[in-house]
């Protein structure tokens, strides 16, 4: 695969088309300062050849700054010679297409066929080499890198020997029967089940113990039961004795409280309010009296603030109804003044301008406008135009003539029976034009509009040169007479009705000597019927004073009378006295309450009518403080022989929440289950582990034997021709490390005795000898040497390059360099170079 022509539409730095065109068969050095862009070339070169990698357009390293897409195309040579052109495009997303000849496919985002063979993480670890891996080698062991080189085409990833010392220990992880610490998983696994089975078998003997304490937890929940029942018993029988002293002691106050008042009986028809009554209408006795002066006072106040009309606001209130007429009347006034106000100024407007159109017709301006048909100037003024427009036609008769007279000369010339008949019609065609030449020399209605506009007194130049200018001035002038007298007439219309409306707006006030408006109007009658709304507010309220003495008055004599009868009530109480009465009676309903208070008390707490069946065969003789006392000891011993018994009950049911903490049997079985069936999968991962590892191992060796020695013989010609002879095989021996054989047969390490520049010719001649290996059979992919030659020195450069010429006779090799000193070596050892400045 040969690269003809790369162009970079949008790509990188490149945001307008750049085109490199390539050599196919010599070797191309491709020239560029810093930043100039030979980075984003290569990276080009490989998306063009595998694809586009970020596929998303924002996350694209190479995405044009402010651009939205990526636009690149390269047209190559397969190792046929057949032509082909890709094109890729990297927007919202990826479309690329292929072009052989007029067939075009479209293949995605897929690498070229003719790189199928290849990877792309291949083709940027081997067949671009770059001066940054050179240097790698300095800072590196060759034998870090030869597996790399050898077995693993370059790539930058895990080697199958690293692969198989991974291998090793995670088998190690999951199992080693050495192990001290068993640390692995499989050993972990199985501590943990044997962990498992012995806290099962502990967990089983426990639950004996437990059993043995159940059964003492059962007796004494029995113990406690019984306790409990006689505890009620000693309660029952200690409420009987308990709720019987109370009404005994109860019913001996009522008793005594009744004998404290003489004649109880006689009080108990009172009612409980008489005593605050007889105090509430003494009081609102005096409230009525001081109420009813209070109430007279006011109204005698109010009644001497009633507001009196004048004769005016009497007058005013006559009017009321007929305000709003008046205010329209006066209204119309106002309109009719302002209408011919606005008559008179359009008349003054009218007048103006028909003076300006009499200075522009007339001779003489100040003399009254005369009378005039504007109908018949308009005729007149219209038939003469018509007229002059007939004679400007006349020379059309001309032409009629020339006509005639080659008629009647071919009528001449012609004494034949066409000849006369032509003849003929010239003769009536000249008869003809002499008949309208006649008619139209005359212009009688210029001449009568002429002697009209005179006889009005018209400007002798505008009578003689009338336009149509001033036939509009006519017009203007007509219709401003005719406007002028329809405002005169509306005018003294006007003026009429003004008159009758200013006798009709007089005779409203007749009557008003302070008052000529509807506004002094308005206000009289606001102030008027303020003083109405007055008085009816004062008289509403007047009203409501006599109905609310009036109240009063009887109220007072209800309360007189029902105040008589309770004195005399309470005076026979007291043996004639009233305070004596009142006395007693407090004594009686203090007593009473008490008494109700006691009675009420047995009712809700004592059922006194079963009292005796109630005691329930217990002797009245017991009822008393000391047997009380007596229960309350008992039920105290009790109490305490159940307290010791309950904590003896919580005692064991701790040791047994204690002895069954922890997972419960299930429990400790399913985990055993689990464990079993994670061993049995670890187990299975450490067999198939050992499998791979051996799989692997023999893999490794049948490619080692397979591959390496083609590639050390091809790296050991290419490493002899760059060292000129120095150095002339490439050797891996037993112990799986790199040898050297120089000219005189000696042997040494390649990590020994090897300058770093000589390192990088063998690293060098590793990698083009692993480029023609894996080409094997397939397209030959292009080499691309990006500063690989920036630190080598004249001697080995020689020689190298020498190769690079020959190689690139069969495979293009692109050479990329910032450095303009090396484009002198690169002349003088590649004579057959291609030079491209970028």
Not at 360 to 365: H, K, L, M, N, Q
Not at 435 to 449: E, F, I, V
């Amino acid at each position: 695969m040969k690269i003809k022509e790369i162009t970079l539409n949008e790509y990188g730095k490149f945001n307008t088309q750049k085109v490199i065109k390539l050599s196919e068969n010599r070797p191309n050095l491709i020239y560029g300062k810093n930043e100039a862009g030979k980075t984003t070339l290569v990276s080009a070169i490989t998306e063009l050849i595998f694809g586009f990698n970020p596929i998303n357009r924002d996350k694209h390293p190479y995405l044009p700054w402010g651009g939205e897409r990526l636009n690149l195309s390269m047209g190559y040579l397969d190792r046929r010679g057949e032509r082909f052109k890709v094109r890729r495009l990297l927007s919202n997303n990826v479309k690329s297409t292929l072009e052989e000849g007029l067939d075009i496919d479209n293949i995605g985002n897929a690498a070229l066929p003719q790189a199928d063979h290849l990877s792309k993480n291949i083709f940027n670890n081997v067949y671009r080499i770059s001066a940054e891996q050179l240097q790698e080698i300095e800072t590196r062991s060759f034998s870090e890198l030869q597996d790399k080189l050898v077995l693993n085409y370059g790539n930058a990833n895990v080697s199958p020997k690293e692969v198989l010392a991974r291998l090793e220990e995670d088998i190690k992880t999951l199992y080693n029967p050495r192990s001290r610490g068993n640390k692995q998983r499989i050993n972990e696994l199985m501590d943990r089940i044997n962990g498992l089975k012995k806290e099962k078998r502990d967990k089983e003997s426990l639950y004996q113990e437990v059993r043995v304490m159940a059964e003492d937890i059962e007796r004494l929940d029995k113990d406690i039961e019984a306790i409990e029942k006689t505890v009620i018993e000693k309660l029952q029988l200690k409420n009987k004795v308990s709720r019987y002293i109370n009404p005994l002691e109860l019913m001996e106050k009522i008793e005594n409280l009744k004998a404290s008042i003489p004649g109880y009986g006689t009080y108990e028809a009172l009612d409980q309010g008489i005593l605050s009554r007889f105090e509430t209408l003494e009081r609102q006795l005096g409230d009525f009296e001081k109420s009813l002066m209070e109430e007279k006072a006011y109204l005698r106040s109010k009644e001497s603030k009633m507001a009196v009309l004048t004769e005016e606001e009497g007058r005013a209130l006559e009017l009321e109804d007929r305000v709003a007429g008046i205010a329209e009347v006066e209204e119309t006034l106002r309109m009719q003044t302002d209408y011919l106000k606005q008559i008179n100024e359009r008349v003054a407007e009218k007048l103006t301008s028909l003076a300006e159109y009499a200075k522009e017709i007339f001779a003489d301006p100040g003399l009254e406008i005369p009378a005039f048909n504007l109908q018949e100037i308009q005729t007149l003024f219209y038939r003469a135009r018509e007229m002059e427009e007939v004679k400007e036609r006349a020379w059309v008769s001309g032409i009629k003539l020339l006509a005639i007279v080659g008629l009647l000369g071919y009528g001449v010339w012609a004494q034949n029976l066409y000849g006369l008949g032509v003849l003929v019609i010239a003769l009536i065609l000249v008869v003809l034009d002499f008949t309208d030449q006649r008619r139209k020399r005359k212009n009688t209605a210029a001449t009568a509009l002429k002697e009209k506009l005179a006889g009005l007194g018209v400007q002798k130049g505008i009578a003689e040169n009338f336009s149509m200018m001033n036939l509009k001035s006519f017009e203007s002038i007509q219709d401003l007479q005719k406007s002028l007298k329809t405002l005169r007439e509306n005018k003294q219309f006007l003026q009429q009705k003004f008159v009758a409306s200013q006798e009709e707006y007089r005779a409203s006030f007749e009557g008003l000597e302070t008052v000529q408006d509807t506004r002094g109007l308005g206000v009289l009658l606001s102030d008027a019927r303020t003083k109405l709304k007055l008085n009816e507010q004062l008289q509403e309220d007047l009203d409501r004073r006599r109905e609310s003495i009036e109240k009063l008055g009887q109220r007072r004599i209800q309360a007189r009378e029902e105040f008589e009868d309770i004195s005399q009530k309470i005076t026979r109480y007291g043996g004639g006295s009233l305070e004596k009465g009142k006395e007693n009676i407090r004594q009686f309903f203090s007593v009473r309450d008490r008494v109700a208070h006691y009675e009420r008390e047995l009712r809700e707490n004592h059922q006194l009518d079963d009292f005796q069946e109630s005691l329930g065969g217990v002797d009245k003789e017991l009822i008393s403080e000391e047997y009380l006392r007596i229960l309350e000891n008992d039920l105290e011993v009790l109490g305490q022989e159940k307290l010791e018994k309950a904590n003896r009950r919580i005692q064991l049911k701790t040791e047994i929440d204690h002895v069954i903490s922890g997972d419960t049997l299930d429990v400790i079985d399913g985990k055993l289950l689990e464990a079993d069936g994670q061993l049995e999968v670890l187990t299975e991962s450490h067999d198939n582990l050992l499998l791979f590892e051996a799989v692997l191992k023999r893999a490794d060796e049948i490619f080692r034997e397979k591959n390496q020695p083609d590639v050390l013989k091809l790296a050991g010609e290419y490493f002899r021709r760059m060292t000129q002879g120095r150095y002339t095989h490439i050797m891996i021996e037993d112990d799986e490390k790199m040898y050297i054989k120089d000219r005189t047969g000696e042997v040494i390490g390649a990590d020994q005795e090897l300058s770093a520049g000589t390192k990088n010719q063998l690293y060098l001649a590793f990698r083009l000898a692993l480029i023609q290996f894996l080409d094997q059979g397939g397209e030959k992919l292009p080499i691309i040497l990006d500063e690989a030659f920036s630190n080598w020195d004249e001697g080995r450069l020689e020689p190298t390059l020498k190769l690079i010429q020959e190689i690139a006779r069969e495979r293009q090799v692109l050479i990329f360099t910032c450095k303009e000193n090396n484009i002198r070596y690169f002349e003088n050892y590649l004579p057959e170079m291609e030079r491209t400045i970028i």
